[in-house]
């Protein structure tokens, strides 16, 4: 019998703590952030980036022409133009 009461005293404890924590850290998420006088806004810096999206787009479909390992299809691409274009006025 004691050890089913020390079992669920140890329970309750626990549980409690639990409680406890749960309250400190959900209204530690409800205050608003700090931030320092003069410091810029979060929100209105990230809108100013001016990021070409369609680029960015190009880039995530090929990793290793983002890092320079390989070319691009906008390399390829161009590299093909130039190669067609003496082709042409080697032929004229």
Known sequence: MQRIRVGMTGLAA??????????IFSSANREAPVSAAGASNAAVVANLT???NAAADRTRDEPLAELG????????AAKAREQAQREDAAGN
């Open 14 to 23: 626990v549980i409690l703590l639990m409680a406890l924590s749960f309250m």
């Open 50 to 52: 001016g990021v070409d």
């Open 69 to 76: 390992v390989a070319p691009g299809a906008d390399d390829a």
